[in-house]
């Protein structure tokens, strides 16, 4: 079936660093990628998508690409803030069924922690 | 403004009882979900529904029941067949393929 690997955390960058969380996955058909963010005691926010190949999603200064040739949607962000201290999941959706609606398959998440 | 509703934020439940979480959505979404998220493991589903009066098992959904009476209502029962129930539940809906879901804030079950 459809899976997510992600990179293991935790992830510990200084302020002002440049991240990447790597995601790979397999998939049959062509699946659509999100990257989600999950705050302490939180439920997840969406922050960002791509719905196909070479598509580029983006949002607060996160960036990640749609990658079919080596089936990757690595995240990434040029100078972190503190603020951006969470935990980051890498989800794809499924083909749905005729009629039916998607489901996300999700990544492990990884921790991430920004010092000041 | 639209979102969904978690709650209770934090639940405690005694060996052998029955627990209901509360999902509820203004977003006029088709299909909601309930996931189990345990630390390290990432995010597991336990049902979906994809319309009122129907549903589907996810990969845990022992010990679990659900109900879709209202389009806007997917209540998650923890029973107690379920022996390792204490977990953070997150519900999410959605409502169209390649949109995404929307989730909840979750609930912190725990065991006493």
């Known amino acids: 079936g459809d899976s997510v690997t992600q990179m293991e955390g935790p992830v510990t960058l200084s302020e002002e660093a440049f991240l990447t969380i790597n995601c790979t996955y397999t998939?049959?058909?062509?699946?659509?990628l999100f990257w989600y963010v999950q705050y302490p005691g939180e439920g997840l926010q969406l922050l960002l998508k791509a719905t196909k190949a070479d598509d580029k999603g983006s949002n607060k200064g996160f960036e990640a690409t749609y990658r079919k040739e080596t089936t990757s949607f690595h995240l990434e962000k040029g100078s972190v803030q503190v603020s951006d201290s969470a935990v980051y999941f890498c989800?794809?959706?499924?083909?749905?069924?005729?009629?039916?609606?998607?489901?996300?398959?999700f990544g492990k998440g990884t921790k991430l922690t920004v010092n000041p | 403004d639209g979102g969904i509703t978690q709650s209770p934020k934090y639940l405690f439940r005694k060996e052998g009882q029955n627990v209901t979480l509360s999902c509820e959505q203004n977003l006029n979404h088709d299909a909601m979900y309930w996931y189990r998220q345990d630390p390290g493991q990432g995010l597991r589903l336990i049902y979906y529904s994809q319309i009122v009066n129907d549903f589907q098992k996810g990969d845990i959904a022992e010990g679990y029941s659900v109900s879709r009476e209202k389009k806007e209502s997917f209540p998650l029962t923890v029973t107690s067949a379920q022996k390792n129930p204490t977990a953070f539940y997150l519900c999410?809906?959605?409502?169209?393929?390649?949109?995404?879901?929307?989730f909840g804030s979750g609930t912190r079950l725990t065991v006493v």
């Open positions: 989800a794809l959706s499924d083909t749905p069924t005729q009629g039916g609606s998607e489901k996300l398959v």
């Open positions: 998939a049959t058909g062509y699946p659509s």
């Open positions: 999410a809906s959605s409502i169209q393929e390649n949109y995404g879901y929307t």
